[in-house]
């Protein structure tokens, strides 16, 4: 049974600063990983969308890598700013093509 | 383009009470839909999910129920609330057979029960 972690649960860094988010994953037979964004309160946005055969995707500051054989993604946050504060939550599709989903991490960036 | 809306936005039911959540979608059709509830600090447990109209799966055994009685028209039901039904309840909807896009979400619905 697929299941997802997210590490860590919780990240406070200062403005400006790059930082990068981790999703593992158990089982590397995946169709696609995405990467969410929520603010408090709120629906979830699509950030990035990775398919199994691509290593990466890049949005503006954001770039999404994907590595199957060892189970593991990362979203590297450039330059990050007060806005992009939320949570950041990965996804993976199990055989039934329903996600599954990690607890997510919270980023404060403190201006 | 496509947009999904949820409502109510904030809901505060007594236990014991009935529930109805709305979800409705447009500029889309035949879309897959979804209800998820996510609790505090967790990730998002995915409730049911339907393929088309009057099809709906359920994922984990519990108090609630769904329905989708319009293509673009899903609904999330309780005729008895518990505690435990508190959360935030987020509908999604994806294309028809698409198994490698994304999912979009609405708003939310946050529902207390006291």
């Known amino acids: ?111 | 383009s496509q947009t999904i809306h949820q409502w109510p936005a904030t809901l505060v039911q007594p236990v014991g009470s009935p529930l109805s959540l709305e979800c409705t979608v447009e500029g889309t059709s035949n879309p897959n839909l979804y209800w998820y509830r996510q609790a505090a600090g967790r990730g998002l447990q995915l409730l049911f999910y339907s393929v088309g109209i009057g099809q709906i799966s359920s994922e984990v055994p519990q108090n609630l129920s769904a329905s989708r009685p319009q293509d673009r028209q899903f609904i999330l039901s309780s005729k008895k609330l518990l505690l435990s039904d508190s959360g935030f309840y987020l509908c999604a909807w994806s294309p028809l057979g698409v198994s490698t896009d994304t999912q979009y979400f609405g708003p939310g619905t946050r529902l207390t029960v006291l």
């Open chain 1, 1 to 111: 049974k697929q299941e997802v972690t997210q590490i860590p649960a919780a990240l406070s860094v200062p403005e400006g600063e790059n930082l990068v988010l981790n999703c593992s994953f158990t089982d590397s037979a995946i169709y696609n990983l995405q990467w969410f964004r929520q603010d408090p309160g709120k629906g979830l946005t699509s950030l990035l969308l990775i398919q199994s055969s691509q290593r990466e995707q890049t949005s503006g500051r954001l770039n999404a890598s994907l590595d199957k054989s060892s189970g593991r993604s990362t979203l590297y946050i450039a330059a990050s700013q007060p806005g992009d504060s939320a949570t950041y939550l990965c996804a993976v599709p199990d055989s039934n093509y329903q996600l599954i989903w990690g607890a997510g991490t919270k980023l404060i960036i403190k201006p």
